[in-house]
């Protein structure tokens, strides 16, 4: 009965990482530019990793001694002291390459949300095929780097 | 307060936890590193208030539990901008005063920042933090205030 109830909560803690995880690579594609990317990496490394985790650490401490689940947040403390530097670090390299980011208003963010559409819903206005649109954030970022 | 048998403490805490071999030589070989690392930290003098923050464990305690309700809220936000059918943001790069006094505090507060999805602390100036937001929402809210004046409370008066 306890067993079954541990078996539940590990399946539910890992799903939902699972989830944040999925959902964090999506965004890292459907997201328009750079600094936007940034958030749904860091859904990655905060619940997904996080999450994961915490299922990781029930399924030791009802299964084993405990000892794997003290080094379990050991490494969540870990990342979330390391990767918040990380995100800094691309947030400044992104500023000191010349990549202005995408603001209210931006010509650049309307045609990547016009083309963010799963469904085409975009496709008539721009007039353009929304694979098209959607790459065409990352080949400006690119240009203006070159610059 | 001298800080490096504390330091030792903890690193040999560490070893242990993560060896959890209590024969001798494996004790003898978590002794001898953790001098030697006590030791070099030591000679480079950078053993302080900044890099060993005991005086803040206790309220660290307190700030990390409403951290992490605060990542996760942050998390469903903007699993919802990115799961949405179209995707709507209206990013945006804003200033503001944080009230924190010291570097450390800032470090925390810009750490924070950053670790809740939606947020970004993309430089700080002395006390002017510049922070990406995904949303407005994220930035103009209450929750920036609340942050801020919990890593400020966290620093503590002593500076």
């Known amino acids: 009965m306890m067993g079954d109830i541990v078996t539940v909560v590990v399946w539910l803690l890992l799903l939902s990482g699972g989830f944040f995880m999925v959902t964090g690579s999506l965004g890292m594609v459907r997201l328009p530019d750079v600094f936007t990317r940034m958030h749904a990496a860091g859904m990655v490394d905060t619940m997904g990793a996080g999450l994961t985790l915490a299922g990781l650490c029930v399924y030791s401490l009802h299964d084993g001694t405990g000892l794997v689940a003290v080094r379990l947040v050991l490494v969540l403390g870990f990342l979330w002291f390391t990767s918040p530097i990380a995100t800094h670090a691309v947030a400044k390299a992104a500023l000191s390459g010349g990549t202005t980011p995408y603001t209210v208003g931006d010509a650049r963010l309307r045609a990547g949300q016009a083309g963010a559409g799963p469904d085409g819903a975009g496709e008539g206005r721009t007039g353009a095929a929304p694979d098209s649109t959607r790459k065409a954030p990352a080949e400006d970022e690119r240009g203006r780097g070159d610059r | 307060m001298n800080r490096a048998p504390w330091l030792w403490a903890i690193l040999f805490a560490l070893w242990l936890v993560l ?138 008066e002593a500076g």
């Open chain 2, 19 to 156: 060896s959890w071999h209590f024969t001798p030589l494996f004790l003898f070989f978590g002794v001898v590193t953790c001098s030697i690392a006590v030791l070099v930290v030591t000679r480079m003098g950078i053993l302080d208030r900044e890099s060993l923050p005991l005086h803040l464990a206790w309220r660290a305690a307190a700030y990390v539990p409403w951290l992490v309700w605060e990542i996760f809220k942050s998390n469903v936000r903007v699993a919802r901008i990115i799961l949405s059918p179209r995707i709507r943001v209206d990013p945006s790069i804003v200033h503001f005063q944080a009230s924190q006094r010291t570097d450390l505090g800032r470090f925390i507060y810009a750490n924070s920042i950053t670790l809740t999805p939606g947020t970004v602390t993309t430089g700080i100036v002395g006390d002017d933090f510049e922070v990406h937001a995904i949303v407005q929402e994220e930035i103009d809210g209450s929750e920036e205030n609340t942050m801020n004046r919990r890593v400020a409370r966290l620093e503590g």
